[in-house]
């Protein structure tokens, strides 16, 4: 299979119609699941043990062991962090005045399947810090570096905690990726 980004564009014609044209560009092959968790794990080592928490967690079906599992996996989410990281910018949003932002929203997605997101008032990208003069020049779709604290599951739900792996963090040392 065969991963495409398609890009739409409006073209006006001479009649005054307008119609969209669909383009496509940057076809990779695309990556099997396997070869998706393997290049998180490189980049985040603590996603393997949460990983393997979510399989165990699907394979029980008694309920005091997957609150187990959960809080297990919580905790040990809530002492990580990232360091170093690369990942493709999802999302940039300026909170606040659009024409001068005093913080920024990120959504960075590592490997295709992990996402981390910045999140106002608690964990924002702040004006007068580096990572804010990067935020400024970002678009989606550009590759950075970046280290994470402060992590937490998007999800309050008990399995999401586990198994889905998008998370509010305190994003630092964003940088764009090197050659």
Not at 163 to 170: D, K, T
């Amino acid at each position: 299979m065969v991963r495409c980004k398609r890009v739409g564009c409006w073209v006006a014609s001479p009649l005054a119609t307008a119609m969209v044209v669909t383009l496509t560009s940057a076809c990779t092959p695309a990556k099997s699941e396997e070869e998706e968790i393997k290049e998180v794990v490189a980049a985040i080592p603590w996603m393997l043990e949460v990983y393997q928490s979510c399989v165990a967690y699907k394979a029980t079906k008694a309920e005091a062991k997957r609150g187990d599992l959960a809080s297990a996996t919580y905790n040990m989410i809530r002492r990580s962090n990232v360091k170093g990281a690369r990942a493709i910018v999802d999302k940039v949003l300026p909170v606040g005045d659009a024409a001068s932002p005093n913080e920024y929203m990120l959504q960075l997605i590592v490997g295709g399947k992990v996402k981390f997101t910045s999140q106002s008032g608690k964990r924002p990208v702040k004006k007068g810090t580096p990572s804010f003069a990067t935020a400024t020049k970002l678009e989606p779709g550009a590759c950075v570096t970046f280290s994470a604290s402060d992590i937490e599951p998007m999800s309050t739900f008990q399995r999401a905690k586990v198994c889905e792996h998008r998370y509010y963090a305190q994003l630092a040392d964003i940088a764009p990726c090197g050659p």
